[in-house]
Structures are given as structure tokens and as C-alpha cells.
């Protein structure tokens, strides 16, 4: 058995902690850890909403030309609804931080 790492155990172990090194750093240092992941996060999912919209620009809908497929959609919804909740997330810890004080 290797030795113990307390990173491996709160899951900083994983590629995203280190594909984004230099962001998260920044991020968590403007704004606390959580908050500061949780920007991280809302940046990866915008990424991924240009990306879809991308492809949504040239793979089209054969019933309805003027939108993109279905799958399409449903994909840009709930990237859209996982940034609102992480952004209702990120106000509400705002706010309670601003009560503390």
C-alpha cells in the first residue's frame, strides 16, 4: 500500500484538479475554496454550452431546420440549469457570508 495522501481521499486527485490547476488556484484564492470551485465549475459547464451551441449551428433538425435536434436542446437545457443552480449556490453562500459579518 502506497503512501497516504489526503488529496486522494477529498477526490483532488481526479484530472479536473489538474487540468485546472492554475484556475482553481486563482479562483480559490479570491474567493474561499467552495465558492472559488464552484466558479471553476460554472466556467467548465459555459465551456461546454459554447461547444454544444457550436455543434447545434451546423447539425440541424430534419423536421424543424430552423432549430437544432432535440438531443441538442435537451444538452443545452440542462447545462443551462445546472449553471442556474450553481449560480443560486453561489449567491446564497455570498449572502451568508455577508450575514456573518
Do not use: W
Not at 484556475?23 to 464552484?38: C, D
Amino acid at each position: 500500500m502506497g503512501p497516504f495522501r489526503p488529496e486522494a481521499s477529498k477526490g483532488l486527485d481526479r484530472p479536473v484538479f489538474q487540468e485546472r490547476r492554475e484556475e482553481l488556484e486563482k479562483h480559490e484564492f479570491m474567493m474561499g475554496i467552495e465558492r472559488g470551485r464552484l466558479a471553476v465549475a460554472l466556467d467548465a459547464l459555459t465551456d461546454a454550452l459554447v461547444l454544444v451551441g457550436q455543434h447545434g449551428v451546423y447539425c440541424r433538425s430534419a423536421r424543424q431546420p430552423n432549430l437544432p435536434p432535440m438531443d441538442i436542446r435537451a444538452i443545452s437545457k440542462s447545462i443551462e440549469d445546472a449553471k442556474d443552480l450553481i449560480g443560486s449556490v453561489l449567491t446564497e453562500i455570498k449572502a451568508r457570508k455577508s450575514e456573518a459579518v
